[in-house]
């Protein structure tokens, strides 16, 4: 399974034979011993080029929970910050054993998976070390019995593929959702699956065409790039025809071709050069580059037709999103990794992607939480899964703000002194009005004058807790003249 053949550090080694130890005549369903799935779970932490801490944690996940060894053993052998980890993946196993009773668990998925990642605390990585447990089981799931595959099964696709999508690990949710729902809906799974190999086969011959075309036209240009093919995966078509009515004339990305470049100018360029070969379907250009989706994802998306009638999606993009689609937080650990782990212990929040705030969000919840501050989770609830809106200042940074927020609530999100001094608003270039709802996707440009004072008015146009306390403060602030009332004229 593994491409690396690295040989494990000491501490590795250790925790190897340490849980082999522990694990000691215990085996799975499958007959096998247990180790190998503490194993195999270190060997997909691996693959994703997880931090050591991660992949030794990775090794020990199960001991607790399984084997008479206590966290003391643990910090005593392999440090706190292993300890750690291992501790939140037990907790997060017993939070979830509270919701034994699918029926009732799964409707309020939302709430589960807010209780889920509160109880990972601080440490993301707590969540990934679980994700890769899972993802294990999945692959050995053939070994229980059915009632067993089918609860896992179907907890997999409602809460970890989603879960994994919104990290954006695009080949894990991938992987997850096609194992599940080959449990979950086995016949379906199989048509599908069918229907999608007699696409490609009856495809290949044009698309070979198609790349080669791409490919000489982009070498012409010196545009420096590969290309490769990705097939749709079987339940996302799935879930694709549920949305059009089972349609598979609607279904346009059965085939996609990516194009992988060195920068943002060759996608735009790549994508033009696209376009002067064949007929892009209109309103099929999707600019996730400009716009990435809330997960972080970025990509240009073009849909054509080619001169036999081909339909072809294009997903043009550079390395880095490459890598980030497809690996999503677990890619930005390998980036981030020194100063990421340094952190956790000193329970500093982590450098996120701005796409990935919404963890940092509920860093600092779970941080409160622990320290017996009360917190209202419904707000939490609707903060973290309320859909959020992507904006830009003019300068191209951009703030993620909940679904409805108005100019003043971006304003105050910048900074309090530009906030408090807002003269007026500019959106996508055009002079607004205070009260105009903000649109993912909008440029805002806030102008300010010395002059300008926060106004008790604008309590009315503010909607997230953030602008309304610093709105707050400054107008308790203000010298009183500014209350009285105004002059007769
Ligand atoms: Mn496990």
């Known amino acids: 399974m593994s491409k690396s053949a690295k040989k494990p550090g000491p501490n590795l080694q250790h925790a190897i034979d340490f849980a082999t130890n522990a694990h000691q005549g215990q085996k799975r369903q499958s007959g096998d011993d247990y180790i190998s799935h503490p194993l195999a779970v270190m060997q997909i932490l691996e693959d994703w080029r ?13 001991v607790l929970e399984d084997t008479p060894i206590t966290l003391d053993d643990l910090k005593t052998e392999f440090g706190e910050s292993v300890a750690f980890l291992v501790d939140g993946v037990t907790k997060l196993g ?3 054993s509270g919701m034994r009773d699918l029926d009732t668990y799964l409707p309020s998925t939302k709430d589960n998976l807010l209780r ?6 601080t440490d993301i990585r707590v969540l990934i070390i679980k994700l890769a447990d899972r993802l294990h089981n999945l692959r050995t799931l053939s070994a229980l019995p059915p009632d067993k595959q089918k609860k896992i099964a179907k907890e997999s696709l409602e809460i ?4 994994a999508d919104r990290l954006n690990m695009g080949r894990l949710r991938v992987e997850m959702s096609d194992i599940a729902f080959s449990y979950v809906n086995p016949k379906r799974y199989q048509e599908l699956s069918n ?11 044009s698309m070979k065409k198609v790349e080669k075309e791409v490919a000489e036209l982009l070498g012409r240009e010196k545009i420096k790039f590969y290309i490769t093919g990705r097939i749709k995966s079987v339940y996302s078509l799935h879930k694709k025809l ?8 609607e279904i346009y990305d059965l ?4 194009v ?6 060759d996608c735009y360029l790549a994508l033009g050069l696209i376009h002067s070969l064949y007929t892009p379907m209109s309103g099929r250009i999707k600019d996730y580059i400009a716009v990435p989706k809330q997960n972080g994802y970025q990509s240009i998306h073009t849909t054509v037709i080619t001169p036999d009638k081909r339909i072809v999606e294009f997903q043009i993009r550079t390395r880095e999103m490459h890598e980030y689609a497809e690996r999503g937080l677990a890619a930005s650990f390998y980036y981030n990794e020194q100063k990421l782990t340094e952190n956790y212990r000193t329970g500093k929040i982590q450098h996120l992607p701005t796409s990935l705030l919404w963890i940092t969000e509920l860093q600092s919840t779970a941080a409160k939480l622990r320290a017996g501050k009360k917190v209202d989770l419904k707000k939490l609830k609707l903060n973290l899964f309320a859909d959020k809106i992507f904006v830009y200042t003019p300068k191209g940074d951009i703030i993620d703000l909940p679904k409805g927020s108005l100019p003043l609530d971006f304003a105050y999100r910048l900074h309090s002194e530009i906030g408090g001094h807002v003269a007026g608003v500019k959106i996508n270039g055009k002079m607004s009005s205070l009260n105009k709802k903000l649109e993912h996707g909008d440029v805002v440009e806030i102008l300010t004058s010395k002059k300008q004072t926060a106004k008790a008015s604008w309590l009315d146009k503010v909607i997230t807790p953030h602008a309304r306390g610093k709105l707050k403060s400054q107008l308790a602030k203000l010298p009183q003249k500014i209350i009285k009332p105004p002059k007769k004229k």
Not at 50 to 62: K, W
């Open 50 to 62: 997880m931090d050591d801490d991660t992949i030794v944690a990775g090794v020990l996940h199960d």
């Open 94 to 96: 017993r939070t979830r």
């Open 116 to 121: 889920l990642l509160v109880a990972t605390g």
């Open 160 to 163: 970890f593929a989603p879960l």
């Open 195 to 205: 229907l999608i190999d007699k696409y490609n086969q009856s495809a290949e011959k």
């Open 242 to 249: 549920l949305k059009h009515s089972g349609n598979m004339g």
């Open 255 to 258: 085939t996609a071709l990516r």
């Open 260 to 265: 992988i470049v060195d920068d943002i100018t």
